[in-house]
């Protein structure tokens, strides 16, 4: 029962570009997002996170955008580095309860 | 990842022997979550923990698995009688309250032979 689907395994862009990483969710209950960067052989690194009475929310090169009624939110990085290439896991909760529900991953690599 | 400090980072056992992970969260928090990760697969939630309380343990299979975060000391999540199935890497994070992110820890990367 996947309630949260990251749909592209991979993406590739090049240096300066923009990265757009997609995530699509199914529960209605879930009201808090958040957006995760791991490296090999390392935790997750919280990056940003947005709440359901938002449908953006920037910081720095990243912005989250929310769209409750497609039930889908995307992950924006501007300009892309190539120490961005890591996966990127989205991450969903309802807020009460803290319990969060991730995707697969996005492995993103920013090519010089 | 500095603050939530997990070990060991590898653990290697063969099967019927019983796993210990440990997880020391982030000063100050005290909400503590466990994740599994299978190859090529998302985090998913196994338990949380509030000083010695289980809250959700919805996610923890229910023979074999078992966790506590007792007043004094780090979490621990034990796997009694290891099989290869629970061959993952096993995360542990932390949070100031249910409000605030999660922060991770690097993760114990556990085979069974």
């Known amino acids: 029962d996947q309630q949260v689907k990251q749909n592209s395994p991979s993406l590739s862009v090049q240096e300066g570009r923009i990265s757009i990483l997609n995530c699509d969710y199914t529960?209605?209950?879930?009201?808090?997002f958040l957006w995760y960067k791991k490296y090999p052989a390392e935790g997750p690194t919280f990056l940003i996170s947005?709440?359901?009475?938002?449908d953006k929310n920037e910081d720095g090169r990243f912005t989250v955008f929310l769209n409750k009624s497609a039930k889908h939110l995307s992950l924006h990085i501007v300009p892309s580095q190539p120490g961005d290439s890591a996966v990127y896991f989205c991450a969903a909760s309802p807020l009460v309860f803290n319990k969060f529900y991730f995707g697969s991953g996005t492995k993103l690599n920013v090519k010089p | 990842n500095a603050g939530v400090m997990q070990n060991p980072r590898h653990l290697v056992r063969r099967r019927g022997q019983e796993a210990r992970l440990r997880c020391s969260p982030m000063?100050?928090?005290?909400?503590v979550y466990w994740y599994r990760q299978l190859p090529e697969e998302g985090l998913k939630f196994m338990v949380y923990l509030q000083k010695e309380n289980i809250i959700d343990e919805s996610g923890m299979p229910k023979e074999r698995f078992s966790a506590e975060f007792p007043k004094e000391g780090p979490s621990i999540l034990r796997i009694q009688q290891v099989v290869r199935g629970d061959s993952a890497a096993y995360f542990c994070?932390?949070?100031?309250?249910?409000?605030?992110?999660?922060?991770f820890g690097d993760g114990t990367r556990l085979s069974i032979l």
């Open positions: 529960n209605s209950m879930f009201d808090y």
């Open positions: 994070a932390s949070s100031a309250s249910v409000d605030q992110p999660q922060h």
């Open positions: 000063k100050g928090h005290s909400h």
């Open positions: 947005i709440s359901s009475i938002k």
